[in-house]
């Protein structure tokens, strides 16, 4: 089959299941599209300000927000980091579990007060990092401009390509698994950065 007619074939085919799987599959393929143009993306050469989203800014981001400050802070960069939820109350503390397990690890969360993720954050961020693909795809939503700075977390530590578990309404153990692979993707996240 000539190469022009093969792809006619993928494009009425893709349009066809497009039709057929209603607004639920053609939220899957879009993420999936999203998915295979942003994988391969560097870092933009120049980072002061990283931004990490989850849903609540409760869990995830606000631990994901203090380790690498402190990690950065430890090695003297100065890039400022913090952290929104899409779906958020402005101004609730961390979830009681997630303060717990900072502090174990010698960080704090005592301070933490949610945050919205508003238009100012976006555009002010040279990197917005993700803990879910369906965040991802919300915020590209709300934020058009935030297609070409937004990462997924775990993307930085293996090419596993899941999301990061909520552990909301998981116990000390949850959260803890949750802080392991939020530091170790942190590291490598690090590891990306030039500075």
Not at 80 to 100: E, I, M
Not at 167 to 181: L, V
Request: aromatic share 6%; charged share 20%; proline share 4%.
């Amino acid at each position: 089959m000539p190469v022009r007619s093969l792809s006619r074939t993928l494009r009425v085919f893709s349009a066809q299941c497009l039709t057929s799987l209603g607004t639920i599959g053609t939220r899957v393929l879009l993420l999936a599209r999203m998915h295979e143009r942003l994988v391969q993306r560097d870092l933009p050469e120049s980072i002061h300000r990283v931004l990490f989203v989850c849903k609540g800014n409760v869990c995830r981001s606000p631990l994901a927000s203090v380790y690498l400050a402190a990690k950065l802070e430890g090695i003297g960069v100065r890039i400022s980091v913090q952290s929104a939820g899409l779906d958020t109350t402005p101004g609730k503390p961390a979830h009681h579990l997630a303060r717990t397990t900072a502090q174990r690890h010698g960080l704090s969360l005592e301070k933490h007060a949610t945050t919205l993720v508003t238009s100012a954050l976006v555009d002010q961020a040279d990197v917005i990092i993700v803990m879910e693909y369906q965040q991802q795809y919300q915020l590209v939503s709300r934020h058009p401009d935030a297609a070409r700075k937004a990462f997924h977390l775990r993307s930085f530590y293996d090419s596993n390509w899941t999301d990061i578990e909520d552990p909301y309404s998981g116990d000390q153990e949850d959260f803890e698994a949750c802080y392991q692979i939020i530091t170790q993707a942190c590291d490598k996240l690090l590891d990306s950065i030039k500075y």
